[in-house]
C-alpha cells in the first residue's frame, strides 16, 4: 500500500478517536441534526444511486428504490422518531441493601466509540447505510469500507457521506483486502461485518485480537420447506419473488426447497407456468447481474456437474453477467450444489415424506439465516420451526422480515451474530451501563 494513503487512513481513524473523546456525538439533538442532513443528501442522490445500481448489479429502478433507498429511509425516520425515548436511562427493580437504605438500579446507554463498518456488494445501499445510520443514532463515529465488487455505487456512497459528515465523524475508505487488513489492525470499539462466512472468521479472529465487540451478519444455507397441505400458488409466487430478487444473491434467499413428495410434481408445473408468464419464457437480463464474470463461473459449475437435474433455465452470458432463472430437480446432499450457500439464481428441489427426517437433515448442518415453511396447518409450521435452530423465520411468506424495523435481523451459529433494525439498532451500537445507586 502507497504510504501516503497508508498514513491517511491512520489520520482519520486518530481524528475520529479526538472527535468522540469531544463527547459531542453523546448530545441527542446532534445524532438527529445530523442524520437529518445526511437524510436530505442522500435523497438527493437518488438518480446517482440507482444508475450505479444498474451498472454494477443490473437492478431496475424501481427495485433499486423499493430494497436499497426505502428501506434505508424508512429506518431511518423511524429511528429518529424513537431516539429520545429510547436513550432514556431504563428503571429497574433492585434487590434490598444489607444496611436497609433506599437502592435505585438504571440501565444507561452508552456508545461504544469509533466503529468500522463493512460493507458487502449484493445489497450495497442498505446494507451499508443501515448500519451507519444505527451506529450514528447510537452515538458513535464511524469509518465504512464499502465493497470494491461494486465500485459504481462505492463512490456515489463516498460522495454522500463527505456531503453530509466531516471526515472526523464519518468517512469512507475504498480499496480491497490490504485497505481491509489495515484497517483491522485498528484499535476500533466496534465492528460490523456483512459479508461471507469465510470473510466473517477473517474479521472475527481480527477483533479477537484486541477483544473489539463486533456483529457479524453471514449467510447460509436457508431452507425453504413446502408441505403437502401448502397453498400452491402463493407458495410458487412469493418463493419467486425472494429467489429471484437481486439475481438470487441476497443472504435470506431461499437457498433450496424441500417438499413433500406428493406435491412436488405439480409444484413444478406450477413454478415452470409462473416463470413463463413472469418472464415470458427468459428470465435472462431480467433479474439483475451477477456481481462478477468469476461468480457466473462459479454458479455455472453447479449446472455442470450436474446437467441432467436442470430442468428449466440454465442459461447464463458471461460477458453481460446475466445469469437465468433455474430449476434443479431430483437434488441430494450429495450434488456440489449442496455444499455451501449458492448466492445466485438457482433453486435446487429435494423432496421428503418425513417431516422428522427432513429436518433432521436440515439439523445436522450449520444453523441458517432464515427459514421458511408454506403449510396451511399452523401447527406443522409451529413443529417446524419449533424443531430447528435459524436467525430469523417466516410462515407462508419469504425474505419479507429483512425490511421491518420492528424485528430484530441477524444470524446464528455460523450465519451470524448479533441483531439490528429499529430499536435493536440502536441497542447493537450502544453499550447497556448498569448503574445501581444508593440513597
Known amino acids: 500500500m502507497d504510504k501516503d494513503l497508508e498514513q491517511k487512513i491512520k489520520g482519520i481513524f486518530q481524528q475520529q478517536k479526538a472527535f468522540f473523546k469531544t463527547n459531542q456525538t453523546k448530545d441527542i439533538e446532534f445524532r438527529k441534526a445530523q442524520l437529518k442532513k445526511f437524510r436530505e443528501v442522500f435523497l438527493n442522490h437518488t438518480d446517482a444511486l440507482c444508475e450505479a445500481l444498474s451498472i454494477d448489479l443490473g437492478k431496475s429502478r424501481?427495485?433499486?428504490?423499493?430494497?436499497?433507498?426505502?428501506?434505508?429511509i424508512s429506518e431511518l425516520d423511524y429511528l429518529l422518531e424513537n431516539i429520545d425515548e429510547w436513550a432514556k436511562p431504563t428503571p429497574v427493580p433492585s434487590k434490598p441493601h444489607p444496611s436497609g437504605a433506599e437502592v435505585v438500579s438504571t440501565i444507561t446507554y452508552q456508545p461504544y466509540g469509533v466503529n468500522?463498518?463493512?460493507?458487502?456488494?449484493?445489497?450495497?445501499?442498505?446494507?451499508?447505510?443501515?448500519?451507519?445510520?444505527?451506529?450514528?443514532?447510537?452515538?458513535?463515529?464511524?469509518i465504512i469500507k464499502p465493497s470494491e465488487n461494486t465500485p459504481h455505487v462505492a463512490k456515489v456512497l463516498e460522495d454522500i457521506v463527505k456531503e453530509s459528515f466531516d471526515e472526523s465523524y464519518v468517512a469512507v475508505i475504498q480499496g480491497g483486502i490490504e485497505e481491509n487488513t489495515l484497517l483491522l489492525s485498528f484499535p476500533f470499539d466496534y465492528i460490523f461485518f456483512t459479508g461471507s462466512p469465510n470473510?466473517?472468521?477473517?474479521?472475527?479472529?481480527?477483533?479477537?485480537?484486541?477483544?473489539?465487540?463486533?456483529?457479524?451478519?453471514?449467510?447460509?444455507?436457508?431452507?425453504?420447506?413446502?408441505?403437502?397441505?401448502?397453498?400452491?400458488?402463493?407458495?410458487?409466487a412469493r418463493i419467486s419473488y425472494g429467489k429471484w430478487i437481486n439475481c438470487g444473491q441476497t443472504c435470506v434467499a431461499p437457498d433450496y426447497i424441500y417438499i413433500h413428495e406428493s406435491i412436488k410434481d405439480a409444484f413444478i408445473e406450477k413454478f415452470k407456468a409462473h416463470l413463463n408468464t413472469t418472464y415470458e419464457g427468459n428470465s435472462l437480463g431480467k433479474i439483475g447481474k451477477i456481481v462478477s464474470q468469476n461468480q457466473i463461473k462459479h454458479?455455472?459449475?453447479?449446472?455442470?456437474?450436474?446437467?441432467?437435474?436442470?430442468?428449466?433455465?440454465?442459461?447464463?452470458?458471461?460477458?453481460?453477467?446475466h445469469f437465468e432463472a433455474t430449476l434443479m430437480d431430483n437434488v441430494t446432499w450429495d450434488d456440489q450444489v449442496m455444499q455451501?450457500?449458492?448466492?445466485?439464481?438457482?433453486?435446487?428441489?429435494?423432496?421428503?415424506?418425513?417431516?422428522?427426517?427432513?429436518?433432521?437433515?436440515?439439523n445436522n448442518r450449520p444453523k441458517p439465516l432464515a427459514l421458511y415453511v408454506?403449510?396451511?396447518?399452523?401447527?406443522?409450521?409451529?413443529?417446524?420451526?419449533?424443531l430447528t435452530t435459524s436467525g430469523d423465520a417466516e410462515i407462508n411468506s419469504a425474505i419479507?422480515?429483512?425490511?421491518?424495523?420492528?424485528?430484530?435481523?441477524?444470524?446464528v451459529g455460523t450465519s451470524g451474530m448479533g441483531k439490528y433494525h429499529g430499536k435493536f439498532s440502536f441497542e447493537s451500537f450502544s453499550h447497556s451501563r448498569s448503574v445501581l445507586q444508593v440513597k
Open 400 to 411: 419479507i422480515h429483512v425490511g421491518s424495523h420492528f424485528l430484530p435481523f441477524g444470524g
Open 116 to 142: 468500522y463498518i463493512i460493507g458487502p456488494f449484493n445489497y450495497p445501499v442498505q446494507l451499508t447505510f443501515s448500519p451507519l445510520i444505527g451506529a450514528l443514532i447510537a452515538g458513535n463515529t464511524a
Open 374 to 386: 408454506f403449510s396451511e396447518n399452523q401447527e406443522f409450521a409451529d413443529q417446524v420451526l419449533n
Open 199 to 236: 470473510v466473517g472468521k477473517i474479521v472475527m479472529k481480527a477483533a479477537a485480537e484486541q477483544l473489539i465487540p463486533l456483529a457479524l451478519e453471514l449467510g447460509g444455507k436457508s431452507p425453504t420447506i413446502v408441505h403437502k397441505d401448502a397453498e400452491l400458488d402463493k407458495a410458487v
Open 62 to 72: 424501481k427495485e433499486a428504490e423499493y430494497v436499497e433507498i426505502q428501506i434505508v
Open 340 to 362: 455451501q450457500e449458492i448466492f445466485g439464481p438457482i433453486l435446487p428441489i429435494m423432496t421428503y415424506s418425513d417431516i422428522d427426517e427432513a429436518l433432521e437433515e436440515i
Open 299 to 321: 454458479l455455472a459449475g453447479y449446472l455442470d456437474a450436474s446437467p441432467e437435474k436442470v430442468i428449466y433455465g440454465g442459461n447464463y452470458d458471461l460477458e453481460t453477467r
